[in-house]
């Protein structure tokens, strides 16, 4: 059974900053999801990461992905107030019905 | 259409009564997904359908709970004897290809009082 971990749950940083989430899975997949959800919205598409080795930026974002390892990662570069939110990382099931398994999301807080 | 519509945004109900969530996907997206998401919580999937056929039900959390997809388009998620831990916010979402992702809707806040 696919499972998939986030680490940290929650995340508070300062402007300026950087950091890095990492998103773990259980279980083979070639591809990799990356969301953001703002309170009381619905789920934002990031990054779509589909195979190894692949690299997406977008502003101060950056996700890869590591399928032998089974790791990506989001990493934030100079964080500004406007990066809050609850970040999820998802990864489908091989083959039938290719459902997305989330992680817990990190929340992140920028502070001023 | 252009994105993932459903209705209501909201609803409020009491406990004991039926309700339907309905799902518009983006116009020939043959994959519909459900989920609930829990205050606080990650995405729990609920039901999956490719075309009007739902291989993959095994989200569901009782026999309370069914869906159904007609014309390959709308989707409708009904929970029959709505409880208070049916409270939640359920996600649609739709897919072509998955390599061009899963587009989420905005949501139906579900509150059983």
């Known amino acids: 059974e696919l499972k998939v971990e986030q680490n940290p749950l929650f995340l508070s940083m300062q402007e300026g900053k950087n950091y890095t989430i990492y998103c773990n899975y259980s279980?083979?997949?070639?591809?990799l999801y990356w969301y953001r959800q703002d309170p009381g919205k619905s789920l934002e598409s990031l990054f779509v990461l589909l195979s190894n080795g692949a690299v997406k930026q977008e502003g101060r974002l950056m996700a890869s992905l590591d399928t032998k390892a089974r790791l990506s990662t989001l990493h934030i570069t100079a964080a500004v107030h406007d990066l809050s939110a609850t970040y999820f990382c998802a990864a489908p099931t091989q083959g039938g019905s290719e459902k997305l398994v989330f992680g817990k999301g990190t929340k992140l807080t920028v502070n001023p | 259409g252009a994105g993932v519509s459903q209705s209501p945004s909201n609803k409020v109900t009491e406990k004991g009564k039926d309700v339907e969530l309905r799902c518009d996907p983006i116009?020939?997206?043959?994959?519909l997904y459900w989920y609930r998401q829990r205050l606080g919580q990650g995405l729990e999937f609920l039901i999956y359908?490719?075309?009007?056929?739902?291989?993959?039900k095994s989200g569901l959390p009782s026999d309370r709970f069914s869906a159904e997809r007609t014309g390959e388009s709308v989707s409708t998620l009904t929970i029959q004897r709505t409880q208070q831990e049916d409270s939640a916010v359920y996600l649609c979402?739709?897919?072509?290809?998955?390599?061009?992702?899963?587009?989420f809707g905005s949501g139906t806040r579900l509150t059983v009082v």
């Open positions: 359908f490719q075309g009007n056929s739902a291989p993959d």
């Open positions: 116009s020939g997206h043959t994959a």
């Open positions: 279980t083979t997949s070639d591809r």
């Open positions: 979402a739709s897919s072509f290809f998955p390599d061009e992702g899963y587009t």
